[in-house]
């Protein structure tokens, strides 16, 4: 188990639908997390969560007058989240960060909610069998 005095610090880069700009926030996070391109699943998926719970609030107040559904453009009540580990990258490759993909929903588990996660779903399993092709 870390302590606070060995917690290393990453980049928590927040991209949201509809934003012109990402959202820049230093975090840090376990040693443990940095050292390999795919972190255990035990340790990571946690660490997620919690990141994700920790700021969810702020993101959601962060655009004066409030997000809009990516889908439907209702005013959103929600958002998805769907962070992206880059722990392992040097300064020099612009890491270490956690890139979080949010898209702002009219309201939690609505076919706007369900499209946006299928929609990331099918995104980063796209990107993960191009990246095995490049190898």
């Known amino acids: 188990m870390s302590t606070p005095d060995m917690l ?3 980049v928590y880069e ?12 230093e975090c840090t996070a376990p040693p443990e997390l940095f050292s390999l ?5 035990e340790a990571a998926t946690p660490f997620l969560d919690k990141l994700v ?11 004066p007058g409030g997000w809009r559904c990516w889908n439907c453009s209702k005013r959103a009540t929600s958002l998805t989240h769907t ?47 191009m990246s095995k092709m490049v190898r």
Do not use: W
């Not at 927040?14 to 926030?25: E, F, M, N, Q």
């Open 8 to 10: 290393r610090p990453f």
């Open 37 to 41: 391109q795919s972190p255990p699943r």
């Open 53 to 63: 719970r920790e700021h969810d609030k702020f993101i959601m107040k962060f655009k």
């Open 83 to 129: 962070p992206t580990m880059y722990l392992h990258l040097s300064l020099e490759k612009g890491g270490p960060k956690i890139i979080d993909f949010v898209q702002p929903v009219c309201k939690n588990l609505s076919p706007c909610d369900l499209e946006a996660r299928q929609l990331m779903h099918e995104e980063l399993t796209a990107a993960s069998q």
């Open 14 to 25: 927040v991209r949201v639908v509809g934003a012109d700009t990402p959202i820049s926030l």
